[in-house]
């Protein structure tokens, strides 16, 4: 599904330059569950966010999909984040101002999806996370596990094929964390694939293969025996 | 998605209470701004353009310049121009017509009223196009006093308008009180228009023939009107008037019969100009042209108009800058949001839209309440400009049109900016940057507007004080005569019962002198004639020849005024020959009478002191012709506004001319004065209406307009200040959140309330100083240009302390609004600041 060859991100000041990622070569493929593991600063969540096309490499190729996308303006990449890729946040990135609903919703405007079947959608991911009840309230309103189960939520309500999860039980105490992960396998269990970035090895176990980065490089892989 | 927009700017808004508040209060503040000055604007730029064909009429003013005088010019013309231009310019000028106002008394029942009736060529209609109630152009206007009356003045004596054929008796169309058949009556006319006709009577050719003061080719007692051919433009009518002047009309014969030679190289349409002016021009421009002898209405300033533009623009200018500051200083609380949106799949364009949406929702919020405070201060408004200004919000199309694009535009404008800062960033840095994209570059340009903003409002405040001081100062020099306790009244319809008429106001123990003059002060005229030493050595050789304005005055006039000779005597029933004599003299013998002159007239002959001028004969075609021996000198005195200056004058005693009386009066009780005043008028002067005015009231009408300015000034740099110092506050309501968890590390450091207050105060005091350096030269070169254009001005040196005295003023503003909320931080808990961080 995604293909990164030599892929490099490196920061720049005035004086200072800061190499996150270097030279790395990932394959993941469709359906796979990938966890990203590492000691802090490693690089990992500059991975999820080149991956997820929220940044751009400074060197290398990116081929989605088989297509090099390295290349690709600002407005190209973000046709293809929205119809493809879902993203949930350690933080969960919860706009404030919307309701729970309208904050899962605001995934689907950008498709031009007609208000009635938006509604259906919403109603259905809703449904599905267990945040139904809460579909009035405002973010703040709700714990952290509801949070990011709205956040889950709107990950998937545009029937994203890929999920990148940035450390997505750090902000959750173990039985939400575990009832966020749950969900993912579920996610994944259907056919999306999931890329998430991870500190724990107990949630690593859910992926079926974990990539440990160390100073912005690959340095080990691991496939859990199926 | 719209309204997926509207949901998160809305409860943006709510959620930000304080921000929004001061965004929506400071940008309504200078949107209300706006639009009242924009309603007069509109008043004062609409003048005539309603008059049908008022692309196509022009006015001609005059304007004489005679070496070593002040030019003379005027919005009238002489009364031979109209028919000999509208001749010779046949190709451009279609019609032509003149207007000349006088004061009449209509009958009314057993009463009299005073009305202004306005004489006109036949051909009034042909240029004004006015439409009629009753009668019409053709029928309504065939002889002599046909007269048509505006509707108003129809019922004001008949009760109604459908008065063709009624009789009003009216003194003086005739030689006498006449019966006169009103024959059309014409619709009101707008405010909108400089003309001011109740009454229009055709005038008799014979007339104008009889008249010395009509039949004239150099006396500009008439209002002079051409309707241009289709197709001529004003200049191609100005070039064959010019060429008209210079070599077909008879103004050269008689200017060097007159005055004397014309100065090498110059033609006398440089001497003698006719200068047209279009129509709608008028009610702005013709001040230009009137020197002292204006428009019986009053009339618009241009650059007024132009200045009150420039100001709405700034306090508009202050207000958006508001808008932006606080937009893009609270971007770090969008930044998340902008971010999801992008990962979530928005465009960059889509975020500037969004953005965009915001603003202008945002703006036309604002306006909302902007046209209710318009609404509330209106009428305040209006009592201070004297206008009946409306705000038609449901019928004017224009009006919502303007404010439709004036909104859309302050709400591209203001938002634009924020909008593309916004939208530039790459989601991922703003999902990794806590401060949101807040770069130095967004401080330091924020920090700009706010130093634009302080320099505006200072300046705006230097220029409203330097205004102030000099409509002040105008008003308290002293004008040379004490003007205390005097009531003026016209006496020209007593006639021959004046002198009866002073005998019994004598009478009142309230009146202690009642004395004659052709004008008092404030009601000067452009008198002028030459007047030519004749007698003794030619002082220093100077032109004996000087244009002298001047006034007739009766006995006693200079004591009631508490004028005193600087030389000679002043005018004394001791002496008998002071007055001008027009009996018992032969045919072209000169008459013989004594005159006062002024310091500044004794200046022009060139006399090296008052005493020297004592005695000396000037000649004149005055009265027929006399000589007049100077017998005394009085100081200068202002007769008119200070604005003008003094003028070389001469004091004559023409008993013909004295129509006004000065009443000094030695009472508090004055409405019980007036009242004794008017019974006497009414038996002396039956059937006709009296006018009695108070002196000072009629000095202080002479600056109504400078105050009215400082009124508008003062109001509109208040409320820009208020705009900039609310900005200001949220700036610094915003810094200081910004900063907290720096004020605790600083406190826990061992800083006292007193060095967080200093810190965060000096962090403001920056772009307010550096606002001062620009604003004050700035300031000082305008107030300096305007200042020029007065002949008594304040001393320019005060400009210095006054632009001191108003940016520490700011300054102290400035340190008072920031200094509440640095305080309020500063006192609270360092650890929870670290915390909450």
Same mark, same amino acid.
């Given at each position: 599904m995604l293909k990164l060859h030599n892929l490099s991100r490196i920061y720049r000041t005035d004086d200072v330059e800061t190499v996150a990622l270097n030279n790395v070569n990932i394959e993941i493929g469709q359906g796979e569950f990938v966890a990203i593991m590492g000691p802090s600063g490693c690089g990992k969540s500059t991975l999820l966010n080149l991956i997820g096309m929220l940044d751009s490499p400074s060197d290398g190729q990116y081929y989605f999909n088989d297509e #090099?996308?390295?290349?690709?303006?600002e407005k190209q990449l973000a046709v293809i984040r929205k119809h493809h890729i879902g993203f949930i946040f350690q933080n969960f990135n919860l706009i404030e101002e919307l309701t729970v609903a309208e904050n899962i919703e605001l995934a689907l405007l950008y498709h031009n999806i007609p208000a009635s079947e938006r509604k259906e959608k919403v109603d259905e991911v809703m449904d599905m996370v267990g945040i139904a009840h809460r579909a009035?309230?405002?973010?703040? #309103?709700?714990s952290g596990g509801q949070q990011q189960r709205v956040a889950v939520a709107r990950a998937v309500v545009g029937n994203q094929g890929l999920i990148l999860a940035d450390e997505p039980t750090g902000n959750l105490d173990s039985t939400h964390g575990h009832e966020v992960m749950e969900m993912l396998r579920t996610l994944n269990d259907k056919g999306t694939t999931i890329v998430m970035v991870t500190h724990s090895p107990a949630h690593a176990d859910f992926a079926n293969r974990t990539i440990n980065l160390f100073d912005g490089k690959v340095v080990t892989e691991s496939v859990r025996a199926a | 998605m719209f309204k997926n927009y509207l949901i998160t700017a809305w409860r943006n808004i709510i959620k930000n209470g304080m921000f929004s508040v001061i965004n929506i209060a400071g940008l309504a503040l200078g949107l209300m701004s706006c639009i009242l000055i924009m309603l007069f604007v509109r008043e004062e730029t609409g003048f005539d353009k309603w008059l049908p064909d008022s692309e196509r009429i022009v006015r001609m003013h005059s304007a004489y310049y005679v070496s070593g005088n002040p030019p003379f010019e005027t919005v009238r013309s002489a009364g031979n121009m109209m028919e000999a231009i509208r001749d010779y310019a046949s190709n451009e000028v279609e019609e032509g017509v003149r207007l000349i106002h006088f004061g009449a008394t209509v009958r009314k029942q057993e009463s009299a009223l005073a009305e202004q009736i306005t004489l006109v060529d036949g051909s009034f209609f042909n240029v004004f196009d006015l439409p009629f109630v009753h009668g019409s152009a053709q029928t309504s206007f065939t002889k002599p006093y046909d007269l048509i009356i505006t509707e108003d003045i129809a019922i004001k004596y008949f009760g109604k308008t459908d008065v063709v054929g009624e009789i009003m008796t009216v003194c003086c169309v005739g030689p006498e009180p006449s019966p006169v058949p009103v024959t059309g009556v014409i619709k009101n006319l707008p405010d909108e228009t400089h003309l001011e006709l109740g009454m229009l009577a055709y005038v008799d050719p014979k007339i104008i023939e009889n008249n010395a003061g009509l039949n004239t080719w150099t006396s500009v007692n008439v209002y002079t009107y051409f309707k241009m051919r289709v197709g001529t433009s004003i200049q191609q009518l100005q070039e064959r008037i010019t060429y008209w002047v210079n070599n077909e009309s008879p103004l050269l014969d008689m200017y060097l019969k007159n005055v004397g030679e014309l100065a090498p190289g110059a033609q006398i349409s440089d001497n003698m100009k006719h200068k047209l002016m279009q129509l709608e021009d008028l009610h702005l421009k013709a001040k230009q042209d009137a020197g002292n002898m204006g428009d019986l209405t009053p009339m618009g300033d241009h650059n007024l108009i132009v200045t009150f533009t420039i100001v709405a623009c700034l306090i508009l200018l202050i207000a958006c800058i508001n808008f932006m500051n606080l937009s893009t200083a609270r971007v770090s609380h969008r930044a998340r949001e902008v971010a999801m949106r992008k990962v979530l799949g928005a465009s960059r364009s889509q975020v500037v839209v969004q953005f965009l949406s915001e603003a202008i929702a945002l703006v036309f919020i604002s306006m909302i309440l902007a046209l209710i405070l318009v609404e509330l201060v209106l009428p305040l408004y209006n009592l201070a400009l004297g206008r009946q200004l409306e705000l038609a919000l449901f019928t004017d199309l224009s009006l919502i049109a303007s404010l439709l694009v004036i909104g859309l535009l302050i709400g591209l404008g203001a938002g634009i900016y924020p909008a593309m800062f916004l939208s530039r960033f790459l989601p991922a840095d703003l999902l990794r940057s806590s401060k949101g994209g807040e770069s130095s570059t967004a401080s330091n340009l924020r920090t700009g507007l706010v130093v634009v903003q302080f320099a505006t409002s200072i300046a705006l405040v230097v220029c409203t004080a330097v205004i102030y001081g000099q409509t002040l100062y105008a008003q308290s020099v002293d004008v040379g005569y004490v003007s205390d306790d005097k009531l003026v009244l016209n006496v020209r319809a007593a006639g021959d019962n004046r002198d009866r008429l002073k005998h019994e106001l004598l009478k009142l123990p309230e009146i202690n002198s009642v004395v004659f003059s052709s004008e008092v002060p404030t009601q000067d005229n452009e008198n002028n004639n030459t007047f030519t030493l004749i007698d003794g050595e030619h002082v220093n050789g100077e032109n004996p020849s000087v244009l002298l304005n001047y006034h007739d005055i009766g006995y006693d006039f200079f004591e009631a005024y508490g004028v005193k000779p600087i030389a000679g005597r002043l005018f004394s029933l001791d002496f008998g020959s002071d007055m001008i004599q027009f009996e018992g003299r032969k045919e072209g013998d000169k008459g013989r009478a004594n005159v006062i002159l002024n310091q500044t007239a004794i200046d022009k002959y060139g006399f090296t002191s008052a005493q020297q001028a004592i005695g000396k004969t000037l000649d004149t075609n005055m009265a027929n012709g006399h000589l007049m021996t100077i017998v005394g000198v009085v100081p200068d005195i202002y007769f008119r506004s200070i604005k003008f200056g003094v003028r070389a004058t001469v004091y004559s005693m023409n008993p013909n001319r004295l129509r006004v009386a000065s009443l000094s009066f030695n009472t508090s009780n004055v409405s019980q004065l007036m009242e004794k005043v008017e019974q006497v008028w009414k038996t002396n002067v039956p059937m006709q209406p009296i006018n009695l005015q108070f002196l000072d009231q009629m000095m202080k009408a002479q600056y109504a307009e400078e105050n009215i300015q400082v009124k508008m000034f003062s109001a509109f740099s208040m409320l820009a200040i208020v705009i900039a110092c609310l900005g200001l506050y949220g700036l610094a309501a915003y810094t200081t959140e910004r900063r907290t968890r720096e004020i605790g590390i600083r406190k826990v450091m061992g800083a006292n309330i007193k060095d967080i207050v200093a810190l965060l105060v000096w962090q403001f005091s920056k772009p307010v100083l550096m606002a001062n350096l620009i604003a004050w030269p700035v300031s000082v070169y305008l107030m300096l240009t305007w200042l020029e254009s007065f002949s008594y001005r304040i001393n320019s040196l005060w400009l210095l302390p006054v632009c001191f005295t108003v940016g520490l003023a700011l300054l102290l503003l400035a340190w008072i609004t920031v200094g509440g909320n640095a305080a309020h931080v500063a006192k609270a808990n360092p650890i929870k600041a670290l915390r909450r961080d």
């Open positions: #090099q996308i390295s290349g690709y303006s009035k309230h405002m973010p703040s #309103q709700l | -």
